[in-house]
Nanobody, 115 residues
Framework: QVQLVESGGGLVQPGGSLRLSCAAS????????MGWYRQVPGKQRDMVAIIVSNGITNYREAVRGRFSISRDNARNTVYLQMNSLKPEDTAVYFC?????????WGQGTQVTVSS
């Protein structure tokens, strides 16, 4: 069992930056694929960024070049650095952990980009 706790969301002006953190409990963190998804009311949850166990990353096209995902296996934590934020980045951001047929989600953290 893995528990995920996100932090770092909030209100930021367009063009600003935020860093989200996701702390994971449980063992074998380094073996998990970790990711960030986001969801706005009435729409599906979309992948934002993924980092697999060997460090390879993948990003949603809309955030490529602005967002950066990283992981610290010693701290069981995954990060999402978000720069040049736009109003359309406003959403609830969820942390994800996956390994074979197991998947886990955090409770989500709100990110609002507005002037």
């Amino acid at each position: 069992q893995v528990q995920l706790v996100e932090s770092g969301g909030g209100l930021v002006q367009p063009g600003g930056s935020l860093r989200l953190s996701c702390a994971a409990s449980g063992s074998s963190f380094s073996s998990y694929s970790m990711g960030w998804y986001r969801q706005v009311p009435g729409k599906q949850r979309d992948m934002v960024a993924i980092i697999v166990s060997n460090g390879i990353t993948n990003y949603r096209e809309a955030v490529r070049g602005r967002f950066s995902i990283s992981r610290d296996n010693a701290r069981n934590t995954v990060y999402l650095q978000m720069n040049s934020l736009k109003p359309e980045d406003t959403a609830v951001y969820f942390c994800y952990a996956g390994l074979k047929d197991r998947s886990y989600w955090g409770q989500g953290t709100q990110v609002t980009v507005s002037s």
